[in-house]
């Protein structure tokens, strides 16, 4: 009976979450993220954290048990753009009660800002992250000036 309920009361709160997502750039830079562990909807693969210091942004990929040869990174006109595919193998002859784990292609896009130069980029991928750092232009970040 209340199975029913449930459905569709995840149904409408899903749908309110992507409102909130699709309005909450209106109000930011469009790197702070007002969430906590539970912030990111159902079937988000990878999870990212993205960090902005006065030198750089940082952007974190959670990616454990992928190739990181077959990822394509790629910036276009202050978009981070990261997408790829995950494989999971599916055995034929089980049942399967619960599988929460995604498989299938994903992308991720972030919004750098203006002052991230798209040439001083570098990528690595360790222990199941990718990191990626975008170096800042000199003249966005800040500057101590004297006074004479």
Do not use: C
């Not at 109000?27 to 954290?49: M, V």
């Not at 006065?54 to 990261?82: C, H, M, N, T, W």
């Not at 750098?112 to 966005?140: F, P, T």
């Amino acid at each position: 009976m209340f199975g029913r309920f449930t459905g569709i009361q995840n149904s409408l709160l899903d749908q309110f979450w992507r409102l909130q997502q699709e309005l909450e750039p209106l109000n930011s830079d469009g790197l702070s993220s007002a969430g906590g562990i539970r912030s990111a909807p159902r079937g988000t693969f990878p999870a990212i954290n993205v960090v902005r210091t006065p030198e750089d942004v940082r952007v974190y990929l959670f990616a454990p048990g992928l190739d990181p040869k077959k990822l394509d990174v790629s910036i276009q006109q202050g978009l981070l753009s990261i997408s790829g595919e995950r494989q999971i193998a599916i055995d034929e002859k089980a049942t399967y009660y619960r599988q929460e784990r995604f498989g299938g292609e994903f992308r991720r896009v972030v919004s750098l800002g203006d002052d991230v130069d798209a040439e001083r980029v570098e990528a690595k991928y360790r222990d199941g992250i990718v990191q990626i750092r975008l170096q800042r232009h000199a003249s966005a970040k800040p500057r101590q000036i004297e006074i004479n």
